[in-house]
């Protein structure tokens, strides 16, 4: 049967897989055949899989050759940022998110929010026939009728964990997977960092997360001490390096986790504490009590996940708050809430309905993707196509981004079941109207139809 071809690579997929399992179905529902999987694998079957769509997590000029080779191929690429809520700066967002050469290739462009579409159109000004705010479907699962399936993980974790303070980082560029890495180096060598002063706005923030990071080490210790929480439960952000935080908790009683949806245990916290992340933004869109660290309030760092979020700069303060703000039925935070969610309007654009999914393929539609068969045979790849495959991903920059334990940190492999959960939740409440037929590529693909 001849169907539009979708390709939804995940690169994180404790942040992802919700959100693209949604898209996915909604797209199964119109008609699609869907391909979803983890990045790398998914880039490499483009290759013998007949092409299709692509939605893209980013589109920085490292991807430009991949990306001219597939759009030669017959594809269409469409990018959805993961990351286009909270950077410091335009320029710099632009810069290492959206390069001019993968724009060339590029045929659509799909903005979270207003802001963020605001600042591709001022610094890439050829992007502007491309740009369309659709928001992302990752938030779409945080919305009260979608949230269900994280609901029997949250369960489970308050049963194992009682009334936990989770707290969330985000130090990958003080802390990052390989230690000692100079990240500013990498990003200028990778020429993400075109002018003198995007390198030095990078190095500040990096010095910045730094010193924070060793902020927030302090103030967990001295809550940790204070017992006013069961447990307490750091979940690092996946690129950072765990075993540094798994080194330093072994001399507390917080405990290291990071299985799992991050959406999930937010949900089951008594509170979320972050560093300016944008988990912050998350877990007050699940209406959960929300905390920032924030030692330095001038700093040029304080982004979006702060202004929402209530501040503190020490311990003491963060202790003296803590016995009222866990109160996540209580009138000051559905207030807090409520207020967060207006602000957040300007860089989310589906923080309430309708849903993005439904926004983005209203927009893939407006795309001329042909309509194709899949032989079967190209379904399971026999040893001498994935040793192709495999010989054409060898490329330097690849190898170098891919690194194998950084790869299985940030995705960790993915089962039939990791789709078919969630959306027979979905389908058990009208959500999406049939559970699509899911079958296995490879170790770290799916194909649903």
Known sequence: MNRRTLYLPIETKSREMPGKTLLAARAVDRGWRVFLGGIEMHHHMAEILTPGLLIENNIPDTKSTQLHHLKNRGYRIADLCEESIIYPDAEDYCGRKVGPRSLEATDLLLAT????????????????????????PRFDTLMPHLRSVYEDDAREIRQRYG???????????????????DVVAVLQRDGKLARPAMAALKRRQVAFKARQMKGLQSLLAEVAKADVFDRIILRPHPSENHDTWRAWASNTNIEVQYQGSASAWMLAADMVLHPGCTTGIEAL????????????????????????????????????????????????VKDHVKAGRSALRLFIDNV?????????????????????????????????????????????EVAKKLRKGYRRQKFPGLLADDVRTPIARWVASGVVERMPSVARVDRSLLRLQ
């Open 352 to 396: 309430e309905p309708p849903l993005s999914a439904d926004r983005i393929l209203d927009a893939l539609d407006e795309i001329d993707v042909p309509e194709t068969g899949t032989p079967i045979s190209t379904l399971w790849p026999v040893c001498g196509a994935v040793m192709n495959v495999r010989r054409w991903s060898a490329r330097r």
């Open 285 to 332: 869109l699940l209406d959960r009590p929300v905390v920032s660290f924030v030692p330095e309030p001038d700093s040029e760092f304080v982004n979006q996940a702060d202004v929402i979020s209530v501040n503190v700069a020490s311990a003491e303060e963060f202790i003296e708050l803590a016995p009222t703000w866990r109160q996540a039925d209580g009138d000051g």
């Open 163 to 181: 009334r936990f303070l989770l707290v969330n980082t985000n130090f990958s560029s003080a802390n990052p997977f390989k230690a000692g890495l």
């Open 113 to 136: 929010g207003a802001r963020c579409e605001k600042d591709i159109r001022e610094h890439r000004p050829a992007a502007a026939r491309k740009l369309i705010v659709t928001g992302n």
